[in-house]
Nanobody
């Protein structure tokens, strides 16, 4: 069984930084990209960031571009999300996910990710 596990969530004040990590375990699998999504109560799941192992590109949602940075290790199925200048609007459950189909190259869409973690909570106080 393939598993992803997020860590690093917590409670921070607005303006602070937080670093999320995602690691894989279980059966070895090949991923072509990995990304982060988030979901706040009562809202739809939102794309945050992704990194493409094939071309080496990174992608960001408009609301986090310039504040968040995604990085990872190709071949190890691990990614981190450095979140700076956090805002209350960033509070959500954060999920990491992996793309395992080379043809699923629209990294902004959650349905293109086949493997998901259980999530880690980020809370931002004023």
């Amino acid at each position: 069984q393939v598993q992803l596990a997020e860590s690093g969530g917590g409670l921070v004040q607005a303006g602070a930084s937080l670093r999320l990590s995602c690691t894989s375990s279980g059966r070895t699998f090949m991923s072509y990209a990995m990304g982060w999504f988030r979901q706040a109560p009562g809202k739809e799941r939102e794309f945050v960031a992704a990194t493409n192992w094939v071309a080496g590109g990174t992608f960001y949602g408009d609301s986090v571009r310039g504040r968040f940075t995604i990085s990872g290790v190709k071949g190890e199925n691990t990614v981190t999300l450095q979140m700076n200048r956090l805002k209350q609007d960033d509070a959500a459950e954060y999920y990491c996910a992996a793309v395992t189909n080379v043809w699923s190259n629209d990294y902004y869409k959650a349905e293109n990710y086949a493997v998901w973690g259980q999530g880690t909570q980020v809370t931002v106080s004023s």
